[in-house]
């Protein structure tokens, strides 16, 4: 979410964004209160991305609406070769060089839901046809081809092999390749599938 810090809470420039704000943190509904609270303590934003945010879309539709539009366009983007405005604005230094060899191999993470959906596949039919010995190339390769060919700036998490190759070699590699990434807080509940290839 999007704000820039003041003090203790986080404010927008524009006022409607802070009067959409404390309309979400004063709902009866508690999800709503912890979106509202979500954009009035994010701590992450600084005021080049903040500027970004508010010119994207001038209150067309409400945060939230805006909020969904922007990351689509500005930070998933709409072609494979754009660079999100999280690189663009705060980690531009993060970016590695066009002259990195190219023959690294990579670990990435992605969510497969929407992918899955194109494919008209779900995940349980997947996950046998990769378990197979040997896989079921007539349901992995349709997946994979949906997957690659799926828009947007990818993989949103991702490393070089070589910086997590102890991680990979133990029983829980999956947990800990999660928390390598940064993604610790997508602790799943019991019964939630925790699976990659």
Request: proline share 4%.
């Given at each position: 979410m999007l704000s820039v810090f003041l003090g203790h809470e986080l404010h927008f420039?524009?006022?409607?964004?802070?009067?959409?704000?404390t309309?979400?943190?004063?709902?009866?509904?508690?999800?709503?209160?912890?979106?509202?609270?979500?954009?009035?303590?994010?701590?992450?934003?600084?005021?080049?991305r903040l500027v970004d945010f508010e010119e994207f879309d001038a209150m067309g539709g409400g945060l939230k609406k805006i909020a969904a539009e922007y990351y689509h366009s500005s930070?998933?983007?709409?072609e494979r070769n754009h660079t999100p405005s999280t690189f663009r604005l705060v980690n531009a230094s993060a970016?590695?060089?066009v002259n990195i060899e190219r023959a690294q191999k990579i670990v990435r993470v992605e969510h497969v839901d929407d992918a899955l959906q194109k494919a008209q596949m779900n995940f349980d039919d997947l996950?046998?046809?990769?378990?197979?010995n040997p896989p079921d190339d007539s349901v992995v390769a349709p997946f994979l081809?949906?997957?690659?060919?799926?828009?947007?700036?990818?993989?949103?998490?991702?490393?070089?092999?070589?910086?997590v190759a102890a991680d990979l070699a133990e029983l829980d590699w999956l947990s800990r390749l999660r928390v390598r990434?940064?993604?610790g807080h997508h602790a799943l509940s019991d019964g939630q599938p925790l699976t990659s290839r």
């Open positions: 420039n524009l006022e409607a964004l802070n009067d959409e704000v309309g979400l943190r004063s709902a009866r509904d508690p999800a709503l209160r912890a979106v509202g609270d979500n954009f009035a303590f994010e701590e992450n934003v600084g005021p080049k930070v998933q983007g709409e970016l590695m060089s996950r046998d046809a990769v378990a197979s081809r949906v997957l690659n060919e799926y828009s947007g700036a990818r993989p949103a998490f991702a490393c070089f092999k070589a910086e990434l940064g993604l």
